[in-house]
C-alpha cells in the first residue's frame, strides 16, 4: 500500500493523554496521523502504550486528555459502536465476539453497527477465513472456536465492516506460520488499499516489509515516526533498530540446553487422541515423554490444537483415547497463554500473584501481609511493570499480567511446568525473561513441557521439539514448511 503525505489524513490523534485511576500515565502527549491507503506500524515493549492508543482510537477507552479528528471533524466517541458508525473497526487482542452467540449472529450486531449488509459480511468474511486456510461454519457457536481461528476471525470481521481504518492489535500473535503470512500478503493487496490499516506486532521481522510508516512507543511516549519513504532503501530493521535498541527489544538465539544428565520420566503419553470442543479431532495417536531436567517443545504448524494439548495434559480435557501416565506425587503447575486464564483480572496484582496460597489455605481471613510479601517478590523477579500491588490485574498491559501469571506458577516449586504459546503477546525482551525463566526451572530439576504456534520457539529457547502436523506428531525433519 501507498499512502500521500500531502492529503489530508483520515484520523488524528492529537495530544492524547490517558492517565488511569491512582496516576499511573499509559499515554502522554501522543500525536499520530493516519493516511487513507497505509499500513501504519506501531511498535514498542510491553506496557508502552500501543494497545491502549488503538482502543482510544477505536472508542474503547476515552482518553484523559486530547482529541480525535476524523476527516477534518472531532469526534467524541462513547463507545466501539460510534467508531464503527464512522467506518473505524478494532480486531483486539482480548478477544470482543460473544461466547454464547454464533459467528453469524455476532456478525450481525457488529454489520448492523456498521451500517453493513449482514448477508455481504458473512461471506466476505467466509472467504477471507478459507484464504487463510480455515473452514468457517456461520452457524457455529463461537465459544467451540479454537484460539488461532477465532483470532482469524476477529480480524476477518474487523478487515470488511471499516471502510476507513482497520486497527489490529497483535493480530497474527497465535495464528499458525503459513495463516500469519498469508493474512500479511491480504494486508498488502490492493483490496484493501482504500482505507488505512494500523496494527502492533511483536514479530517485528515479519512485519517491518508491510509498513508504509513505523510510530515507535516508549512507556507512553512517541520515540519517533518514521516513513519508508525516508529511508532511501536502505533495510528497515536495520534503520528501525535503531530505535528498537532504545527499548530493549534484540533478536536471540538461545544455545542448546544441555544439562549434564536427563532424571527420570516424569510424564508419559500413550498413544493420545485429543478433540476439540466442537468433537473434532486434533492430536492423534499421539505418544512423548517428559523427563526430569528436560525442555520438550510441541509445534503446532497450523497454530491448531495448541490449548487443547495443554488442557489434556493438566487435566482440563479429556482424552478421546489413549493414556497418560505421571509419576505420583508430581506437582504440575500450568502458564496459559492468556493471563485472564489464570486469574481474576478484577482482583488486585497482590491477590492474584498469591492465589495459589490463598486457595490452598481454605480461610476465611487473608493475610494481608504474607500476600503482600509474596506478590512483591513475583514483581522482583518478573520484572514487571506494576504501579500498584493493590490496583487490578487488568490495569496493567498483557504482557505484564502474562509476567506476574507465569513467576507464580514457575516459583511454586512444580515438577512439571506447562508453558503454553511462551513468546505469544511479547516483546522481545519479555520473550527473553520467559525463556531464561523456562531454562532456570529446567535446570533446577523440573521437566519442562512448551507447547507452541511458534517454529522460530524451540530455537529461541534451545530444546528438542517435535511438530504437530495435520494432527499427528512427527519428527520436524519429516515435514517441509
Known amino acids: 500500500m501507498q499512502y500521500k503525505a500531502r492529503e489530508e489524513p483520515l484520523m488524528v490523534a492529537r495530544n492524547i493523554w490517558k492517565i488511569y485511576d491512582g496516576g499511573y500515565i ?43 479528528i ?39 450486531i457488529i454489520a448492523r453497527a456498521s ?30 472456536l479454537s484460539p488461532s481461528v477465532r483470532q482469524a476471525l476477529e480480524v476477518s470481521i474487523a478487515l470488511n465492516v471499516g471502510k476507513l481504518a482497520v486497527l489490529l492489535d497483535e493480530p497474527t500473535s497465535i495464528m499458525g506460520y503459513k495463516p500469519s503470512q498469508k493474512l500479511l500478503e491480504i494486508l498488502k493487496s490492493d483490496e484493501y488499499r482504500d482505507r488505512a490499516i494500523v496494527l502492533t506486532s511483536h514479530k517485528i521481522r515479519d512485519i517491518l516489509e508491510i509498513g508504509d510508516r513505523y510510530t515507535i512507543l516508549k512507556r507512553g511516549s512517541k520515540v519517533a515516526t518514521i516513513s519508508r519513504c525516508d529511508l532511501d532503501g536502505r533495510d528497515a530493521m536495520e534503520i528501525i533498530g535503531k530505535y528498537m ?4 527489544l534484540s533478536s536471540f538465539t538461545a544455545s542448546p540446553v544441555g544439562f549434564e544428565e536427563l532424571g527420570e520420566d516424569l510424564l508419559r503419553a500413550e498413544r493420545i487422541t485429543i478433540a476439540d470442543d466442537r468433537g473434532v479431532e486434533i492430536l492423534r495417536n499421539a505418544s512423548f515423554r517428559l523427563r526430569r531436567k528436560e525442555i520438550l517443545a510441541i509445534v503446532s504448524i497450523d497454530g491448531r490444537g495448541v490449548r487443547q494439548l495443554c488442557e489434556a495434559i493438566y487435566g482440563l480435557r479429556m482424552l478421546r483415547s489413549g493414556k497418560i501416565y505421571v509419576k505420583p506425587g508430581t506437582r504440575i503447575r500450568y502458564i496459559p497463554s492468556e493471563a485472564v486464564n489464570a486469574s ?28 503482600s510479601s509474596q506478590a512483591r517478590k513475583i514483581v522482583e523477579f518478573s520484572k514487571a511493570s506494576v504501579p500498584s500491588i493493590w490496583k487490578p490485574l487488568k490495569s496493567l498491559s498483557g504482557g505484564n499480567m502474562r509476567r506476574i501469571i507465569a513467576w507464580r506458577e514457575a516459583l ?15 516483546d522481545l525482551a519479555s520473550s527473553e525473561s520467559i525463556i531464561k525463566l523456562i531454562r532456570d526451572i529446567a535446570s533446577k530439576g523440573a521437566g519442562v513441557l512448551v ?15 517435535l511438530a504437530m502436523v495435520d494432527g499427528e506428531l512427527t519428527d520436524p525433519r519429516d515435514f517441509k514448511t
Open 70 to 108: 476524523v476527516k477534518g471533524e472531532t469526534k467524541f466517541f462513547r463507545s466501539p459502536r460510534d467508531a464503527l458508525k464512522l467506518g473505524i473497526s478494532m480486531a483486539y487482542q482480548g478477544f470482543s465476539l460473544i461466547d454464547g452467540l454464533s459467528v453469524e449472529e455476532n456478525i450481525s
Open 115 to 144: 451500517g453493513i449488509d449482514k448477508e455481504r459480511v458473512v461471506e466476505v468474511v467466509k472467504m477471507v477465513m478459507k484464504d487463510l486456510g480455515y473452514a468457517l461454519d456461520p452457524r457455529s457457536k463461537v465459544l467451540t
Open 245 to 248: 535498541n532504545l527499548l530493549g
Open 26 to 68: 499509559a499515554l502522554s502527549g501522543i500525536d499520530l496521523e493516519i493516511y487513507r491507503g497505509e499500513i501504519h506500524l506501531l511498535l514498542g515493549e510491553n506496557g508502552a502504550g500501543k494497545t491502549t492508543l488503538l482502543k482510544i482510537l477505536s472508542g474503547a477507552e476515552k482518553p484523559t486528555r486530547g482529541n480525535i
Open 451 to 465: 507447547i507452541t504456534s511458534e517454529l522460530e520457539d524451540p530455537s529461541r529457547i534451545g530444546c528438542k521439539w
Open 412 to 426: 511454586d516449586n512444580p515438577d512439571i511446568l506447562i508453558v503454553e504459546e511462551p513468546t505469544a503477546n511479547l
Open 344 to 371: 481474576i483480572p478484577e482482583m488486585s496484582v497482590a491477590i492474584n500473584a498469591s492465589l495459589r496460597s490463598v486457595i490452598s489455605k481454605r480461610s476465611v481471613l487473608l493475610d494481608l501481609v504474607e500476600i
